[in-house]
């Protein structure tokens, strides 16, 4: 538990991540920027938040499938059930103990509002912000899901977590993309996982050779981190990893069906276009020229059409 307030340095960290441009398209963090900056924004009402964290540490190493360049990486956190929905019910089962035992009121958040969550985590005690930005803890390592529950009962605050990165830099070494301008300060637009679930656009073209295999998120900087030899394995049953989306062969993803495909990913110009570029590295130019006849004069999006013409320029 802890006060509704954020450290002066998580706020000037917050303003030097937007003034700098480092969010890329998620407008709605600048957007929101005043309300982030103080949970009493959110709700004036609020006197004390309680946060919670929910062990998702996988049972074997999420970075072997990097190895394997046939496969797709597959962000651990999104391997399972969808996190939001399966901690928001066990935060309102806690939420509603906590009014009939004590009364007053409260509202519960899970990474769908203008939460500040590791910092409020932080001085909650549950981990502290490592060198990678996200929240480490002695016993879970960098495997930790975080829910807010704000209430006006006036709790007594528990004591914050010290630091325990120490002189490490394992995270910031193994980033492929260098996203990491310097220890607790992360640039989103190089990030993968930013690139490959926030980002709108295409994919910068001169990191998606560094980005290897990773088809969706990227759990390096996490995976690395020294505290998780303490994490204890083995999540909850509903949180346990689909076989499906364990480093699924991308030529299985490549040859599905068009009704197969839908219910797996979204048949957006942006797949097509990122598929232009993939072609452009993996066939023969005469192969690719053969493709192109085919295919790109029938294709009406300009940003496909694009990618076309720079596979082909590249490939002369």
């Known amino acids: 538990m802890t006060r509704p307030e954020i450290s002066a340095q998580a706020r000037d960290g917050l303003a030097r991540f937007l003034d700098e441009g480092q969010y890329g398209d998620m407008e709605w963090m600048a957007t929101h920027r005043e309300r982030r900056g103080d949970p009493r924004a959110m709700w004036a009402q609020v006197r004390t938040v309680i946060m919670l964290g929910v062990n998702y540490g996988p049972d074997r190493d999420p970075l072997s499938v990097l190895g394997s360049r046939d496969r797709g990486a597959i962000s651990v956190y999104a391997q399972g059930d969808d996190y939001h929905d399966f901690i928001k019910k066990r935060l309102k089962r806690l939420a509603r103990w906590l009014v009939a035992q004590a009364g007053g009121d409260v509202k519960v958040f899970v990474d769908t509002a203008a939460v500040m969550e590791k910092p409020l985590a932080a001085a909650a005690g549950i981990g502290w912000q490592g060198k990678h930005t996200n929240l480490v803890s002695r016993q879970f390592g960098s495997w930790l899901f975080l829910g807010a529950i704000f209430t006006t009962l006036d709790l007594a605050p528990d004591p914050a977590e010290a630091d325990h990165c120490g002189t490490c830099r394992a995270c910031l070494d193994v980033c492929p ?19 490959t679930i926030e980002h709108k656009g295409p994919i910068p073209r001169a990191l998606r050779p560094l980005m290897g295999n990773r088809i969706y998120g990227c759990d390096d900087c996490l995976a690395v981190c020294p505290w998780n030899k303490y994490a204890r394995q083995g999540r909850e049953a509903k949180l346990a990893a689909r076989a499906t989306l364990q480093g699924p062969a991308l030529a299985d993803l490549a040859g599905l069906d068009d009704p197969a495909f839908r219910r797996m990913a979204d048949p957006a110009p942006l797949v097509r276009g990122a598929a232009v570029w993939a072609l452009g590295r993996l066939v023969a130019p005469d192969a690719l020229k053969a493709l192109a006849a085919r ?7 300009p940003v496909v059409r694009d990618e076309w013409a720079a596979a082909l320029k590249e490939t002369a």
């Open 295 to 301: 295919h790109r004069t029938a294709e009406l999006d």
């Open 177 to 195: 993309t260098a996203a990491f301008p310097a220890p607790y300060r992360l640039d989103a637009r190089r990030c993968i996982s930013y690139l």
